[in-house]
């Protein structure tokens, strides 16, 4: 990517760079081939163009044709039809900072701005689009500037009347000035195509000390430092007889959760998402991933406390009201709630496969370690008692004379 891209705070992309009008546009034309154009046609193409514009002297032609005539693409077309032509400018660096300090002249670019073939380009410059009541062709020849500028960098255009900045708008051309402080006001541009990446997000059961530190991690960062209770009230000495669910995103720590496990229920409590990340709907996920875990384990009853002004969002995802007067922790209003539950179809009962119940937690249904040895897996184990063999056992029987 371009260090032009960058300063606009662009980020590598495989999204689209036009709005989708300009692609129906595009589709609907006849695809007649498209091509680099030979030097008597651009000069044909250049004569019927400078009844209606002012255009750069045929000098300043030559001699861009000269640096690269790939910059010159033609439209073929049927029979007795006049051809469109696109004239584009590859810039380097310097090129396009003339252009976005306003040295730049389209009438006598300078030669040494632009980037020779086989050299990267900074940006594209839109010299000249000609396309008379050919506007599907237009954006034909447009697309094709755009696959030459596919590793991201920007399009340039001049908007030379209301009616072409109008035109350009609707294809998804914007003012260079929103983006570059020093861009003139004349200039437009048309962005690489930004691909929001969905952000990698996990939730599942803190198996290791690792996972457990940093829910830990996560409960100071929120509870001790936004609610800035005592410790032994955060860490009350039930942590270790718990189940705790860890949430990332893109592997940081992001939230997490704790459920206590009682005869006929189930209390869900501590949960926590770090403020970097809650704009992910991250305690939505952590509910619902401990939901399922208690209808696997086959829980009818889940019990919480919710932050009193919360309990809308709880009641969102099922929960209920019980109706109670609230009660606070740390000065903060809680209420009690409750969600009923129907256990899983392949919820866990007493009479289960051993091997199920020798499983990770939440692993119920992957390949344990213990299924592991009884597949075979029990070589290593061999291996160790052949190097170690049990010394053999001695009589303890006394001597009697």
């Known amino acids: 990517m371009s260090n032009v891209a960058r300063a606009a705070g662009l980020s590598a992309s495989m999204g689209r760079r ?39 002297d045929e000098a300043v032609v030559d001699a861009i044709w000269a640096v690269d005539p790939g910059q010159f693409l033609i439209a073929e077309s049927s029979a007795g039809e006049a051809r469109q032509l696109v004239a584009f400018l590859r810039l380097n660096e310097a090129g396009t900072a003339a252009l976005l300090d306003d040295r730049f002249s389209g009438r006598q670019p300078d030669i040494a701005w632009l980037a020779r073939p086989g050299a990267p380009a900074s940006s594209i410059f839109l010299w000249l689009l000609w396309a008379p009541r050919q506007i599907g062709q237009g954006m034909r020849l447009i697309a094709r500037v755009d696959e030459i500028a596919a590793d991201g960098i920007p399009i340039f255009a001049r908007g030379l009347t209301q009616v072409s900045v109008r035109a350009q708008s609707a294809i998804g051309f914007q003012d260079a000035g929103e983006f570059y402080a020093s861009a003139p006001a004349w200039l437009r541009v048309a962005l690489p195509a930004v691909t929001l990446r969905r952000p990698a997000v996990q939730v599942q059961v803190a198996r290791s000390l690792e996972d457990i530190a940093r829910v830990f991690a996560v409960r100071a960062a929120v509870s001790m430092a936004e609610r800035i209770p005592l410790y032994e009230e955060e860490f009350d000495g039930n942590d270790f007889c718990a189940t705790h669910f860890l949430a990332t995103v893109d592997g940081d720590a992001a939230g997490c959760l704790r459920i206590r ?37 086959g829980y009818r009853r889940l019990y919480a406390h919710a932050r009193a002004d919360l309990v809308p969002l709880w009641c969102c995802l099922g929960w209920q009201d019980m109706g109670g007067k609230d009660f ?27 091997m199920l119940l020798l499983r990770p937690e939440g692993r119920w249904d992957e390949i344990g370690p213990f299924d592991r040895m009884r597949l075979g897996g029990d070589r290593g184990r061999r291996g160790r008692a052949d190097h170690h063999p049990v010394a053999p056992v001695r009589s303890c029987t006394a001597n009697v004379d």
Not at 261 to 274: H, L, T, Y
Not at 330 to 341: C, F, K, N, S, W
């Open 18 to 56: 036009f709005e989708s009008v300009f692609y129906r546009w595009a589709d609907h034309a006849e695809h007649h081939p498209i091509r680099p154009a030979t030097r008597r046609e651009v000069a044909n193409v250049l004569a019927a163009a400078c009844d209606g514009m002012t255009l750069a």
């Open 261 to 297: 496990w009682f005869g006929d229920f189930a209390k869900m409590e501590r949960v926590a998402v770090r403020r970097d990340y809650r704009r992910h709907r991250l305690t939505r996920q952590l509910v619902r991933a401990g939901v399922e875990h208690c209808r696997r384990k």
């Open 328 to 354: 606070s922790f740390v000065d903060v209003p809680y209420r009690e709630i409750m969600l009923e539950l129907e256990p899983s179809n392949d919820a866990i009962r007493f009479g289960a496969d051993p």
